[in-house]
């Protein structure tokens, strides 16, 4: 089913999309997709600081834009208000083409609420690409990230596990704080903490092409991302109840 969006050229649809965007990375499925690119495109420009998370999830996609571009399918997504206009009805249509504009009227309103459109989702790419194509400058933000690193079994050597992933080492990754937590039949996993420049840094990438491959995959069996939060001035308290008792560097 597809995820729906109303007006994000205004203050009650951006604080929606920065609510739902609260405990997500992405807008449907766990890396990105078209259905960023169709929300990204809706926009006019980029959202106010007032909404945290929308902007640290906008340069987030502007980023990959810039760098790679997105190509994962998505589940779906529509945005009321955000289709092509249409042209008015006559004031005075002929009596046999009466039927004719209320017809197109009930389209209209369907479209508004229901399913995107294909021309509507290739509308919304061919906007991001010519975003991108621009080539506009942009100041270059950080997020913190969260990582649950998970081994193969009880027997994976959970420090050398840890020595694999700081072991990854690039242009704009920072590794932070980091702490095993159990996980239950004598399991426990990784999770660590770490700051990239969004310009320089995919997460995805890092998970699929570093950390899940050889040869840190001889003791990492899967990476998820638990939150991923622009750093701003609330970052900090975004990540006060993760701060306890047992991190260490």
Not at 47 to 70: C, F, M, Q, T
Not at 210 to 215: F, N, V
Not at 216 to 230: G, H, L, M, R, T
Request: proline share 4%; charged share 25%; net charge negative.
């Amino acid at each position: 089913m597809a995820v729906t969006f109303y007006n994000l050229n205004s203050q009650a649809g951006v604080k929606k999309l920065d609510e739902y965007l609260l405990t997500r990375s992405y807008i449907t499925g766990y890396q990105a997709s078209k259905d960023d690119v169709t929300v990204y495109g809706a926009f006019q420009s980029a959202p106010s600081s007032e909404y945290v998370n929308v902007l640290r999830w906008y340069n987030h996609i502007d980023a990959l834009l810039k760098r790679s571009g997105v190509t994962a399918e998505g589940k779906g997504v529509s945005i009321s208000g955000f289709s092509p206009p249409c042209v008015e009805a006559p004031v005075s249509p002929p009596v046999t083409d009466a039927k004719a504009p209320a017809a197109e009227d009930d389209d209209d309103d369907i479209d508004l609420f229901g399913e995107e459109t294909e021309e509507e989702k290739k509308a919304a790419e061919e906007r991001a690409a010519a975003v991108k194509a621009s080539g506009r400058k942009k100041e270059s933000g950080k997020s913190s990230v969260l990582l649950d690193v998970k081994p193969w079994d009880d027997e994976t050597d959970m420090k050398k596990l840890e020595e694999a992933v700081r072991s990854v080492q690039m242009e704009g990754l920072h590794w932070g704080v980091s702490k095993l937590v159990p996980v239950g039949y004598g399991i426990k996993k990784l999770q660590i903490m770490m700051t990239i420049v969004d310009d320089l840094v995919s997460v995805d990438t890092l998970i699929e092409e570093q950390l899940t491959s050889e040869p840190a995959n001889e003791y990492i069996q899967s990476c998820d991302i638990v939150a991923f939060n622009k750093i701003w001035q609330q970052t900090i308290k975004s990540y006060a109840t993760l701060l306890f008792e047992g991190w260490h560097l």
